[in-house]
């Protein structure tokens, strides 16, 4: 009996022992617990204030019309120098493709065109040609 006795009460002892360490282990979770909704409360509350912050940026104007209008009209005006930006370098492009295309290939002159050296005289002004004929 005395054997049955002791088994008993050690059987006992580590249940207690047991029963102990799970409840140690619970209230360290616990106090885990308390400080993670602590740390959530807080966070809870600098989120609420960070909101009204933005709301309160939000509902206030960072222009007024005057400016807003002002900012328009140079954005306008800004794009209307650049579409003229654009313009005068296609003119010049063309002009000098143009440029490039006439020197590089000149009009040939065929020996019926050109007047010979010897006919270069003072012939007048009365006509463009003659004209011509006599500035040469």
């Known amino acids: ?20 360490n799970y409840q140690t282990a619970i209230q360290l979770k616990q106090q885990e617990l308390i400080a993670h909704m602590e740390e959530l409360e807080s966070l809870k509350k600098e989120n609420d204030r960070l909101a ?4 309160a940026a939000g509902s206030s104007k960072i222009l007024s019309e005057q400016q807003l209008r ?3 009209r140079l954005r306008a005006a800004n ?5 003229e930006k654009a313009e005068r370098e296609a003119v010049v492009n063309v002009a000098h493709t ?3 295309q006439v020197a590089a290939s000149p009009h040939p002159v065929s020996e019926a065109q050109a007047l ?4 270069w005289s003072f012939v007048g002004f009365s006509s463009p040609t003659n004209a011509f004929q006599s500035i040469m």
């Open 70 to 72: 002002e900012l328009l």
């Open 52 to 55: 009204s912050q933005l709301s």
């Open 98 to 100: 143009n440029s490039s």
């Open 79 to 83: 794009h209307a120098f650049k579409m």
């Open 116 to 119: 010979p050296h010897d006919s």
């Open 1 to 20: 009996m005395n054997v049955l006795f002791l088994v008993a009460i050690m059987f006992n002892a580590l249940y207690l022992f047991i029963v102990r």
